[in-house]
């Protein structure tokens, strides 16, 4: 059963700091949707985060996943000191759960994903706000990510510059960006910088949503709808160099830094997709979409890197054998094409190379890689 705490929302309070002139009326509602299983030590920081935002047309939706520890209290004292916040009380059931469970009860114009034991800057909401105004309207306005360790503070906090940007340090977006939305698709697949598939650090239209939720008890939830998604955005994306959130590095044995059977959950997605694109429907007047054989390639160049990392990842011995020759199957269906695809990141068509002498050298460079 879901509990709902909190759903009146002070409207006629919002106030928006983008610049004078902005009236009530021209306000959108933005849905914070937060999903939190035992983060009791980093939730009173996240929402404290969200509180404080310059935009203040929010509703916050606490999604308490059956937290065992004080998560469902502290959000409740949330709840009860600022009226836009709503606590949404669940049985545990993953991410996607509690996503899908507060995507049920969202009524905002916009709604944007932050994670429990992550943080936002105080301008997150307004400067997507504006991302998604500077060129007319779009369906997702995105931003980029700083990442911090636990125990540290994010440099956004306390000097208004930031540190290691997200998406792929290194490279970060100089330029603000318009993608259409087979190349949003495309940049997401190929992983070129431009854009990632997380569902974090943007505002997404909630009609995007319309008989569409995360799939439940799979990891890489969000690379499992992003086409799905992303095809719906008929008025486009906006990219902004603005950092709009704060992703927390904790816990050494977390899912991002371990090896686990579940990770192959991303080749499952990837795998469903590309067979999705790759099979015209049967039927008169049936046919593939004009853009998805331009798709594909996109989405094997994602496959190519998935199998790659998932090949280095798991352990040797009998255990993970087949999940080792599953990877090394997918990444010879997909070398010839990707090492001849300019687009796909250089390091995975050198490993595609590399693959044609046999999944344990091919193992092993890979790791050295990961040395240097």
Request: with cysteine.
């Amino acid at each position: 059963m879901i509990h709902l705490l909190g759903l009146q929302h002070r409207r006629d309070e919002a106030c928006l700091v983008l610049g004078g002139g902005v009236g009530r009326e021209d306000l959108p509602l933005v849905t914070v949707i937060v999903p939190a299983y035992n983060v009791a030590p980093w939730l009173p920081q996240c929402l404290e985060s969200i509180a404080a935002q310059e935009y203040e047309h929010l509703e916050v939706i606490v999604v308490d996943d059956g937290s065992t520890d004080s998560t469902g209290d502290i959000a409740r004292r949330m709840a009860a000191r600022d009226s836009r916040f709503t606590v949404v009380s669940k049985p545990n059931g993953g991410l996607s759960s509690a996503r899908n469970a507060a995507l049920d009860v969202a009524t905002g114009e916009w709604v944007m994903m932050v994670d429990g034991d992550d943080l936002v800057p105080p301008r997150a909401v307004s400067d997507l706000i504006a991302a998604s105004r500077s060129g007319g309207a779009v369906d997702v306005a995105a931003g980029a990510w700083e990442l911090f360790n636990d125990g540290e503070a994010p440099l956004f906090l306390s000097s208004g510059t930031t540190g290691r940007a997200w998406p792929w340090p290194g490279r970060e977006r100089r330029h603000d960006l318009f993608l259409s939305a087979d190349e949003a698709i495309k940049a997401i697949y190929y992983q070129d910088g431009r854009l990632t598939g997380s569902a974090c650090a943007r505002l997404l239209r909630r009609t995007l949503f319309d008989g569409l939720r995360f799939p439940e008890g799979k990891l890489y939830e969000d690379l499992a709808i992003a086409y799905d998604l992303y095809s719906r955005c008929t008025r486009g994306v906006a990219v902004t160099t603005a950092v709009v959130y704060g992703y927390r590095q904790r816990r050494a044995g977390s899912i991002l830094n371990r090896f686990t059977p579940a990770r192959a959950d991303v080749l499952d997605h990837l795998d469903h997709l590309h067979r999705r694109l790759d099979t015209p429907p049967v039927g008169p007047g049936l046919g593939l979409a004009a853009n998805s054989r331009e798709i594909i390639p996109a989405i094997n160049a994602r496959r190519l890197a998935a199998a790659l990392n998932l090949l280095t990842l798991a352990p040797a011995g009998n255990e993970y054998a087949a999940l080792r020759a599953r990877c090394f199957d997918t990444i010879k269906q997909v070398r010839r094409q990707c090492i001849a695809n300019p687009y796909v990141r250089t390091r995975d068509r050198l490993a595609a190379v590399a693959s044609y002498c046999g999944p344990t050298l091919l193992r092993l460079l890979a790791r050295l890689s990961r040395l240097l």
